[in-house]
């Protein structure tokens, strides 16, 4: 499985260190977060609901994480959540210039 994630994160922009590993750490996602990676990569729609607190749209407006990225925090969260909501924190929000 871990070559169908390499193939689809290269296909996002990733670089094939880069695709690697994080092949390697979706493979070791808790399944029920993996699973809702793996529907977004079939269906292109993001979970609404919030998991561990925030939704994949949050992550990746505010913080300018890309959808694997922010699947990979949000399982962190689940795992570790002082280190990882320590690490957020010290994130600076995503800035958005538009343009008129």
């Known amino acids: 499985m871990e070559r169908e994630w ?18 390697e750490k979706i493979d070791r996602m808790e399944p029920e977060t993996r699973e809702l990676l793996e ?28 959808v694997p990225a922010a699947f990979l925090f949000l399982d962190w969260m689940g795992r570790e959540p002082e280190q990882a909501a320590e690490a957020l924190a010290s994130m600076p929000d995503q800035v958005i210039v538009r343009q008129e």
Do not use: N
């Open 39 to 66: 529907q977004w990569f079939q269906t292109g729609r993001l979970p609404g609901e919030p998991l561990k607190g925030f939704t994949v749209e949050e992550l990746v407006e505010q913080r300018g994480m890309t």
């Open 6 to 23: 390499i193939r689809r994160l290269r296909d996002l922009g990733y670089s094939e260190y880069e695709a690697a590993r994080t092949a």
